[in-house]
């Protein structure tokens, strides 16, 4: 399985960017995603999971509200769509999966992974 994520940049804050995930492979409807993101000079964090049919769901507890993550099977695509941002947002954001259908909030747990896209929230 081979992630692209795409769809970050540059935007102001209290503005909304979403984010996508496409994977590649027959497979990647039965794989639960979830999205990380590291700031720089922080560790790489959780911010959202989906299962493979997209049935469970959560974010951490700051994005509540914030960050929606959903997923199109059809077009091998998961989406974190973000609301509100803020400075804080500001890092590189990636996907991953893993190779069971629920997914963890442990990145040693995910299997592929993208590349990243960098999000900067900034006026």
């Known amino acids: 399985v081979q992630l692209q994520a795409s769809g970050g940049g540059l935007v102001q804050p209290g503005g909304s960017l979403r984010l996508s995930c496409t994977g590649s492979?027959?497979?990647?409807?039965?794989?639960?995603v979830g999205w990380f993101r590291q700031a720089p000079g922080k560790e790489r964090e959780f911010v959202a999971g989906?299962?493979?049919?997209?049935?469970?769901?959560f974010n951490v507890n700051a994005e509540k509200g914030r960050f929606t993550i959903s997923r199109d099977n059809a077009k091998s695509t998961v989406y974190l769509q973000m609301d509100k941002l803020g400075s804080e947002d500001t890092a590189v954001y990636y996907c991953a999966s893993r190779t069971v259908g629920w997914p963890s909030q442990r990145q040693e747990e995910y299997d592929y992974w993208g590349q990243g896209t960098q999000v900067t929230v900034s006026s």
């Open positions: 492979g027959r497979t990647f409807s039965e794989f639960a």
């Open positions: 989906i299962a493979s049919n997209g049935g469970r769901t």
